[in-house]
């Protein structure tokens, strides 16, 4: 009981003071509230449903989720930029899981920096999600990992190439 306590007063405090904050800047949150449920007859969930999900859903044949999520947008009128996520996920599958499954602040100069801290879902390279079921060299099969990351936001020209050259780089641990 005490969970759906939480989840509510949650759900209540992002409603009602998120959008005062982000008001002030006419920068809103986007917000996100998803609902899944699959029931089957085997013992387990199709490989296909909980592919490149980042863990989201359970193996179990029968269950639910509710994902809540906001998720600041990035301001491209100002140089020095902070954006925040955060998306809580409720699975019911016989032993409710209550966890932060994104949970990150970024802070960013252009696209010349960006320093980054937390849980975040992210695909590398130029794979199409949508179209792909999956890459080679990386996994979305699994929950966000912590992780401190610092690099640049974008591709940033080099200097003294005039434009012919860019680079894109970070370092994570």
């Known amino acids: 009981m005490s969970r759906f306590l939480l989840f509510g007063a949650l759900t209540m405090w992002l409603w ?37 999900e980042f863990g989201k ?22 140089t020095w930029d902070v954006n925040y996520g955060v998306e809580l996920i409720n699975r019911y599958d016989g032993n409710q899981k209550f966890w932060y499954h994104q949970l990150f602040v970024e802070l960013s100069y252009d696209q010349y920096l960006r320093v980054r801290a937390g849980w975040w879902e992210e695909t590398l390279g130029n794979e199409n999600t949508a179209l792909s079921s999956g890459s080679i060299i990386w996994s979305a099969n699994a929950r966000p990992m912590p992780k401190l990351d610092f690099g640049t936001a974008g591709f940033v020209e080099v200097p003294y190439t005039g434009g012919l050259f860019e680079m894109k780089g970070s370092m994570a641990h």
């Open 57 to 78: 859903y359970d193996l179990e044949n029968s269950a639910g989720l509710l994902s809540l999520g906001v998720f600041s947008r990035k301001d491209t009128s100002v």
């Open 16 to 52: 009602l003071v998120c959008p005062s904050f982000a008001a002030a800047t006419d920068n809103m949150p986007d917000i996100q509230l998803d609902f899944h449920a699959h029931a089957g007859s085997g013992e387990n969930t199709p490989f296909w449903l909980k592919a490149n």
